[in-house]
């Protein structure tokens, strides 16, 4: 292990390694198949990043995700490490390069998606590599019982076939005894050496606390500390009302979701990452390969999908080791909103075969035709047309996608791309020329350096200003370029993309999918039912619950859940202790009622009023005339 910790400290700087870390390389560098069970903040990548980095060869990394996977990548190269990512950002040419330089370039790491995987071409690649390790990051997504099923990670055993004697590492976070079993069933792993941590995290305070206004509540929350904190909410909509919420209450807070571009992204991760922001405001597409370690309140303002998805959000708190409270704050309201979200996402298989027949006369397909076409799609118009309701169609499409049936892009080019033909006879022709073609040519070539070599990103409504030519005359012109082959124009679309992978045949379809469509809706709907039972049994501690959902027990009550406070008898409480809390909340929040002490504070009602009487009496607090407690000066 001498390598793994020099290693270790090189480029990460840490001295020694967590438990089961140490176990976990040992046993990958000498060539196991491995399974690995941490949760969210245990330091799972280092399980393959080490291992890599002591013998020759690039490890290949299967990630379900662009943005984790280029996340990851950078972190490496800020290292002095050499990753690659492999996204739909790179054309067939871009690809080969890249191929040539992992060969060729000293580079270590490959991500990619298994989506990615699936290419012939891909995997006639990765055979010509010289592979020394294969994780699968996420592997929960192999499973029909996980919380993120997805279709392609079954198609990832093609790699025993092209690399058989590489040893594999799966990789979740989170995973019942089921899911468990499915990944190692699924990927092949039936000698891999297992590992698995606890899922008890004894610094995470842990609230579930019933709130009728949940924004007050937020607010107050957040007021009574200085660190950094995630807000997770429902929608993105509820992303930019309750950052510009919390900012009109001199809260710095940011907002995140899965609608915003890469820049935007990037801007605001940044943002609140250097801690301009003190809040992130975020949907659940937050989170994955985020690593800021004083995060020190994660608060749920919505009710999550389920039990792992909770645990997922939670453990971005305190990852440091340091104490930190998580909040889900709920009422009557948020239980029945996400009981509307989950009977709207319970797709039948009926409904399905509907949905498939209705695009294939979408798309004039006959009986027993299989169309090559890659069809652009519009769910909205689809939806309208044939009368259904636009998630109906939304969630239909997810299923017969992860079956196989068609495959769609859920992600569309959002930034317009470029690359001059820079052997075009046309080149200096149409530069030559009075009209609107020209113009944008000059434009590109003075405005994007490198656009001979690469595809690079353009911005159609920045070049319509410089020109000062509308945008669509600018498109036009641009597919015109294209269309006369002096440059490639892959335009921004959001539309999506919809290929069908089976011959029409409905009945066949049909029975091909409905068992395992009709086994994810019930999945889907214990997973909701487990998460609303741990919400309103507030008899048992929280972290017992929770633990015992994955199977691991907890001998004795946390105590310090909201559950476990509830309990501790009122002869028992620390009043000094509590005074000094209530002051420090009081220094930071200047007045506070009794509820939104007890809201920041939520031990016994009955202890704090009794804390509250003695600080008053001793004239360390006053009470002012709208009954709000302040400290005497």
């Given amino acids: 292990m001498d390598k793994a910790h020099e290693l270790l400290k090189k480029h990460w700087g840490f001295d020694s390694f967590r438990d089961p870390q140490a176990a976990i390389i040992n046993a990958v560098t000498a060539g196991n198949d491995t399974f690995v069970l941490l949760p969210t903040g245990a330091g799972k990548s280092l399980c393959y990043q080490i291992p890599a980095l002591m013998t020759d060869g690039v490890c290949l990394v299967v990630s379900p995700l662009i943005a984790l996977m280029e996340d990851q990548a950078k972190s490496l190269e800020d290292k002095g490490i050499k990753a690659l990512v492999l996204s739909s950002k790179l054309n067939r040419h871009d690809t080969i390069i890249a191929f040539d330089n992992l060969m060729h370039g000293n580079y270590k790491f490959l991500y990619l998606s298994p989506e990615k995987l699936q290419s012939e071409f891909i995997q006639e690649k990765i055979s010509q590599l010289s592979l020394n390790l294969i994780a699968i990051d996420e592997a929960h997504c192999i499973s029909q019982w996980g919380h993120d099923f997805r279709s392609a990670y079954l198609k990832i055993p093609v790699l025993n076939d092209i690399h058989p004697d590489i040893p594999k590492i799966a990789l979740t976070a989170t995973a019942t005894a089921h899911v468990k079993n499915d990944i190692i069933e699924n990927l092949q792993l039936t000698s891999a050496k297992i590992f698995t941590g606890s899922y008890y995290r004894d610094n995470l305070y842990i609230r579930i606390l019933k ?62 990452k250097d801690e301009k922001s003190k809040v992130m405001v975020a949907t659940n597409a937050f989170g994955m390969g985020i690593d800021k370690s004083n995060v020190r309140m994660v608060i749920h303002a919505h009710l999550p999908n389920s039990i792992e998805n909770y645990m997922q959000e939670i453990g971005r708190a305190g990852r440091d080791g340091k104490p930190s409270v998580t909040y889900l704050l709920y009422n009557d309201n948020s239980i029945l909103e996400s009981e509307l979200v989950l009977k709207k996402s319970i797709v039948s298989p009926e ?138 124009y892959n335009e921004s679309s959001n539309r999506l993309k919809l290929k069908f992978l089976v011959p029409r045949e409905d009945n066949f379809v049909y029975h091909m999918f409905r068992a395992n469509i009709t086994q994810r809706n019930k999945t889907k709907e214990a997973k909701s039912k487990s998460l609303h039972h741990l919400i309103k049994n507030d008899q048992i501690c929280r972290q017992i619950q929770l633990l015992h959902y994955f199977g691991e027990n907890l001998d004795s009550p946390c105590g310090h859940c909201d559950v476990c406070l509830s309990r501790i008898p009122a002869e028992k409480v620390d009043y000094q202790e509590l005074s000094a809390q209530i002051f420090n909340l009081l220094k930071k929040n200047k007045t506070l009622n009794l509820n939104e002490v007890n809201q920041l504070l939520p031990n016994d009602k009955g202890s704090l009023v009794k804390t509250l009487q003695l600080m008053v009496e001793r004239k360390l607090i006053g009470l002012n005339l709208q009954n709000k407690f302040y400290i005497i000066t």
């Fill in 211 to 272: 709130k009728e206004d949940t924004r007050l509540g937020i607010l107050n929350l957040l007021k009574s500390i200085d660190d950094p904190a995630i807000v997770y909410v429902g929608t993105r909509k509820n992303t930019v009302q309750y950052a510009r919420f919390l900012s009109s209450h001199q809260i710095k807070a940011t907002h995140y979701h899965g609608g915003l571009d890469n820049k935007q992204k990037s801007e605001a991760l940044q943002q609140w």
């Fill in 351 to 488: 409904l399905c075969r509907s949905v498939y027949g209705k695009l294939n006369d979408y798309y004039q397909i006959a009986n027993g035709e299989l169309s090559e076409e890659i069809f652009n799609f519009d769910l909205q118009e689809f939806a309208l047309r044939y009368d259904f309701q636009f998630m109906q169609v939304y969630y239909a499409l997810n299923h017969l996608h992860n079956e196989d049936i068609i495959f769609y892009d859920q992600n569309p080019n959002k930034t317009s791309r470029i690359r001059i033909i820079e052997n075009s006879t046309k080149l200096f022709q149409v530069q030559s020329l009075q009209n609107i073609q020209a113009k944008v040519l000059q434009m590109l070539l003075r405005t994007y350096g490198g656009v001979h070599e690469q595809f690079i990103a353009i911005n159609e409504s920045l070049i319509s200003s410089k020109l000062n030519h509308p945008k669509d005359e600018v498109i036009k012109a641009l597919r015109r370029l294209d269309l006369d082959k002096v440059l490639v």
